[in-house]
């Protein structure tokens, strides 16, 4: 069992930068890819970014690429996210995710823990 806490969330203005982090538990963290999706009201949650389990390869859709930026901190059991030059439309409930399969780790269906989200309001 991984336990996964966020943290970070907030509200910010259009243009600005928020960072979001997720404390893991349980078992051997660097075992395990970790990623972040989000949710925003009324739509489907959406991968957003994943790294690898040494934090060597970072994988995003084209929809934040540039502007977000996954890390993680193997000795401290965290991961963190980056948000840069936020638009009104990244608005949502941002979660956490771990899974050992990159296969997995990217789509909503094969995540295998979840934490329970952290909201991030962008204003206009």
């Known amino acids: 069992q991984v336990t996964l806490v966020e943290s970070g969330g907030g509200l910010v203005q259009a243009g600005g930068s928020l960072r979001v982090s997720c404390a893991a538990s349980?078992?051997?963290?660097?075992?395990?890819?970790m990623g972040w999706f989000r949710q925003a009201p009324g739509k489907e949650r959406e991968f957003v970014a994943a790294i690898s389990w040494s934090g060597g390869r970072t994988y995003y859709p084209d929809s934040v690429k540039g502007r977000f930026t996954i890390s993680r901190d193997n000795a401290k059991n965290t991961v963190y996210l980056e948000m840069n030059s936020l638009k009104p439309e990244d608005t949502a409930v941002y979660y956490c995710?771990?899974?050992?399969?990159?296969?997995?780790?990217?789509?909503?269906?094969?995540?295998?823990?979840w934490g329970q989200g952290t909201q991030v309001t962008v204003s206009s």
């Open positions: 349980g078992r051997t963290f660097s075992n395990y890819l």
């Open positions: 995710a771990a899974d050992p399969s990159l296969r997995d780790i990217v789509v909503v269906e094969g995540v295998h823990y």
